[in-house]
């Protein structure tokens, strides 16, 4: 009597993990020819929608999501807590800020290139005090963001084992490119960066900086009102930084694989995207937000006028 409700108990398991199966099988064809259906603006569109609460934009041309210039992360500015808080949400990176004074303000332009969770990334940011500021006050101040009228032409060119992800060239505060499920070693990956200011003694401002920075000499040089930046290299790290930087990059490299196995049905960035957001839109949502490095508190957000 046991042995027949056991076998009926699990001849209804087996039925029910069946029509659960199928069910998801016919659910994933239905999203598969829904995609096929739609014409690229309109997948563009629906990718910009979902993009634009966590400050982004998706690039077709370029296939990666970047920075809008009002993005709200532009009232939250900068301070170097971020940076330390990133290796937290996964993102394994290299950061090379350039401090300088021009103008009574103490100027910071940081860039950084590597792994952001599931994401390969590089950014330039601009951002600058009030007033100038020791040196030792460099590691707590917190900077605001570059208004327009300050701003620099960046052209930036951000490129994995010398093939090219992005390139942009255009006057932004925080100008940014991350592919979406591509798996890198920060030093896989190359910046090239040139920044054009408004006269030449702010670039030669910028080039004292960059003396006082750890990028090697060599690796930059000034040209009129033009400094070029050359970020082949990757930064050394002690032995714990670099045994946690590799544990978080395991994870990485497992997520990476689960999204390129979960899309696969897919080819096209913009087809692999919205078919995970149909099946699994907080996991699309979650990755957009750890785009971004500078992710504050809910509080912080509300502060600055900003909903979670």
């Not at 390969?120 to 500021?133: A, D, K, P, Q, W």
């Not at 070693?185 to 408004?198: D, H, K, N, R, S």
């Not at 900086?209 to 002690?238: A, M, N, Q």
Request: hydrophobic letters at 40%; aromatic letters at 16%; charged letters at 25%.
């Amino acid at each position: 009597m046991i042995g027949w409700k056991t076998a009926g108990a699990l001849l209804c398991a087996a039925l029910l993990l069946f029509v659960l199966c199928r069910s998801l099988v016919v659910r994933r064809r239905k999203i598969k020819e829904q995609i096929c259906q739609m014409e690229l603006p309109q997948k563009t569109a629906l990718l910009n929608e979902l993009a634009e609460p966590f400050g982004f934009f998706y690039d077709e041309r370029e296939g990666v999501f970047s920075t809008r210039r009002d993005a709200w992360q532009r009232r939250i500015g900068y301070t170097a807590a971020f940076d330390r808080g990133a290796f937290g949400a996964c993102m394994v990176l290299d950061a090379f800020p350039v401090y300088f004074d021009y103008g009574g303000k103490t100027w910071l332009i940081e860039f950084w290139k590597g792994q952001y969770g599931i994401n390969t990334g590089g950014e330039v940011g601009v951002y600058h005090m009030e007033e100038e500021i020791p040196p030792h006050a460099y590691p707590t101040a917190h900077f605001l963001a570059a208004e327009d009228e300050e701003l620099p032409k960046i052209c930036c060119r951000l490129e994995r084992n010398g093939r090219k992800l992005y390139e942009y060239c255009e006057r932004h505060w925080w100008l940014t490119g991350f592919r979406m499920g591509m798996f890198s070693q920060p030093w896989e990956t190359a910046l090239f960066a040139t920044v054009t200011f408004g006269d030449r003694q702010m670039a030669q401002a910028m080039l004292r900086g960059l003396r006082e920075s750890k990028i090697p000499r060599g690796k930059y040089r000034l040209c009129g009102r033009e400094v070029f930046v050359r970020l082949d290299f990757g930064e050394c790290y002690p032995f714990p930084a670099r045994f946690l930087r590799q544990m978080a990059q395991c994870f990485n490299r497992l997520h990476c694989f689960w999204y390129r196995l979960f899309t696969r049905p897919f080819c096209s960035a913009p087809d692999g995207l919205l078919f995970l957001y149909y099946q699994m839109p907080g996991c699309l949502l979650r990755m957009l937000r750890l785009s971004g490095r500078r992710y504050p508190k809910s509080s912080d957000r509300r502060r600055n006028g900003h909903g979670v």
